[in-house]
């Protein structure tokens, strides 16, 4: 399992090496400038070494036809668990709520705007004519 940045450059060279493929081949593929992941993968001192902006990352990893997982790390949560803080319910929002965007959000409230019925189609409903005021 990979936890540190350390680690995650020795993985990525691993990968690179079981490729067989050169730094440069790499650039090309991921769309880096020339000599770019030399620079930020090459055998050079941490306070030397360029750090892998996260779209960069990406563009390595799909380069190299790899992906990212996600897993628990057993030994860590047990480290950090009694600091989690249980969230107040009217904080927790439904799973449709957390994936609907802002925008999502404010066209829907606008639909129910202009979905209301109008005055005319209420009166009409009752048989009440309505005058227009001028």
Request: glycine share 6%; proline share 5%; with cysteine.
């Amino acid at each position: 399992m990979i936890c540190t940045e350390k680690g995650l450059l020795t993985a990525i060279r691993e990968w690179i090496g079981k490729r067989d493929i050169s730094y440069e081949l790499l650039d090309e593929i991921a769309g880096l400038s020339p000599r770019y992941s030399n620079v930020l993968l090459g055998h050079v001192p941490d306070a030397k070494r360029r750090r892998m902006t996260m779209p960069t990352l990406f563009y390595v990893l799909a380069a190299l036809g790899v992906g990212v997982r996600l897993e628990e790390d057993p030994d860590q949560f047990e480290r950090v668990k009694d600091q989690y803080v249980a969230r107040a319910p009217g904080q927790v929002r439904s799973n449709a709520a957390a994936l609907m965007s802002a925008s999502e959000a404010r066209k829907r409230k606008a639909l129910k705007r202009w979905n209301r019925p109008r005055l005319t189609e209420l009166a009409a409903s009752k048989n009440v004519e309505v005058h227009p005021t001028g």
